[in-house]
Antibody, heavy 119, light 106 residues
Framework: VQLQQSGPGLVKPSETLSLTCAISGDTVSSSSAAWHWIRQSPSRGLEWLGRTYFRSKWMDNYAASARGRITIIPDTSKNQFSLQLKDVTPDDTAVYYC??????????WGQGTLVTVSS | DIQMTQSPSSLSAFVGDRVTFTCRSSQTIYSYVNWYQQTPGKAPKLLIYESSKLQSGVPSRFSGSGSGTHFTLTIDSLQPEDFATYFCQQGYNTPRTFGQGTKLEI
């Protein structure tokens, strides 16, 4: 399994942060996996943002701190999932990771993307 | 949200030592704790899941124990590549939460 992240490293305040995680070796619609976004910053440490997963239908859960601004979108045609975080501020500056969870911890991670929010 | 508290925040040790890290949860999480190792510039790596189960490919000098609210990660006979930061994480419910980490230094 490999997770390959892509997306811009610089986002302006009030704009939308968009990152994509391409999956190889598994499928985003797997009934035994969930697909997560996690970020890490010196001030917040490791912070879980949300997940998407398929169990007869698509499900998602989000951190309360980001709810209303965050959407995680699966794309079965490209076997990937994306993070969209709206109305960013400098406090959203962090390294963002995608990760897989099969109920046994986050066993595979993307390489990480440093996203800086600055004008 | 379940709070995960790790102690100590940093630890100094020698190659060959045995070290133990502690993680406490703010409420019972049964055995749903996972441990990760992170080196600078890299993503965390899963070491232990469900408190005591060794992830495939992880050396047997790593072990975990605990249940309820108190958990430990032990490394027997430290190797140079073990000097890193270690995090616990609860997998009991969402939001998933992490401890703040313990930095293991030479």
């Amino acid at each position: 399994v490999q997770l390959q992240q892509s997306g811009p490293g610089l986002v302006k305040p009030s704009e939308t942060l968009s990152l994509t995680c391409a999956i190889s070796g598994d499928t985003v619609s797997s009934s035994s996996a969930a697909w997560h976004w996690i970020r890490q910053s010196p001030s917040r440490g490791l912070e879980w943002l949300g997940r998407t997963y398929f169990r007869s239908k698509w499900m998602d859960n989000y951190a309360a701190s980001a709810r209303g601004r965050i959407t995680i979108i699966p794309d079965t045609s490209k076997n990937q999932f994306s993070l969209q975080l709206k109305d960013v501020t400098p406090d959203d500056t962090a390294v963002y990771y995608c990760a897989r969870d099969r109920s046994f911890g986050f066993d595979f991670w993307g390489q990480g993307t440093l996203v800086t929010v600055s004008s | 949200d379940i709070q995960m508290t790790q102690s100590p925040s940093s630890l100094s040790a020698f190659v060959g030592d045995r070290v133990t890290f502690t993680c406490r949860s703010s409420q019972t999480i049964y055995s749903y704790v996972n441990w990760y190792q992170q080196t600078p510039g890299k993503a965390p790596k899963l070491l232990i899941y469900e408190s005591s189960k060794l992830q495939s490919g992880v050396p047997s000098r790593f072990s975990g124990s605990g249940s309820g609210t108190h958990f430990t990660l032990t490394i027997d006979s430290l190797q140079p590549e073990d000097f890193a930061t270690y995090f616990c994480q609860q997998g009991y419910n969402t939001p998933r939460t992490f401890g703040q980490g313990t930095k293991l230094e030479i």
